[in-house]
């Protein structure tokens, strides 16, 4: 069955950065991406990156976060640079495999604060 573990949230001030990574199982997936949710707000897509290496970015996050595939390790990251308050959120992966469907993480928790 397929799988997503989203690692590396955590505390970071404003102006920091910070690195997310999502592993993969079960599957090889054609689309992978973040999304992220703030209490009281919609999901929102950050970013997602297909499978030969084109991404797309909200234009709240553009210039500051990337996000990347390896291969031999089935995971996909979000590097997130000059990081601010409003990026706060839960953030979860997401991944489309070759059957049409769509898996999701459970999520890992970005705060930005002094």
């Known amino acids: 069955q397929v799988q997503l573990v989203e690692s590396g949230g955590g505390l970071v001030q404003p102006g920091g950065s910070l690195r997310l990574s999502c592993a993969a199982s079960?599957?090889?997936?054609?689309?992978m991406g973040w999304y992220r949710q703030a209490p009281g707000k919609q999901r929102e897509l950050v970013a997602y990156?297909?499978?030969?290496?084109?991404?797309t970015y909200a234009e709240s996050v553009k210039g500051r976060f990337t996000i990347s595939r390896d291969n031999a390790k089935n995971t996909v990251y979000l590097q997130m640079n000059s990081l601010k308050p409003e990026d706060t959120a839960v953030y979860y992966c997401?991944?489309?495999?070759?059957?049409?469907?769509?898996?999701w993480g459970q999520g890992t928790q970005v705060t930005v604060s002094s």
């Open positions: 079960g599957s090889l997936f054609s689309v």
């Open positions: 990156i297909a499978n030969s290496g084109l991404a």
């Open positions: 997401s991944a489309l495999d070759y059957n049409r469907r769509d898996a």
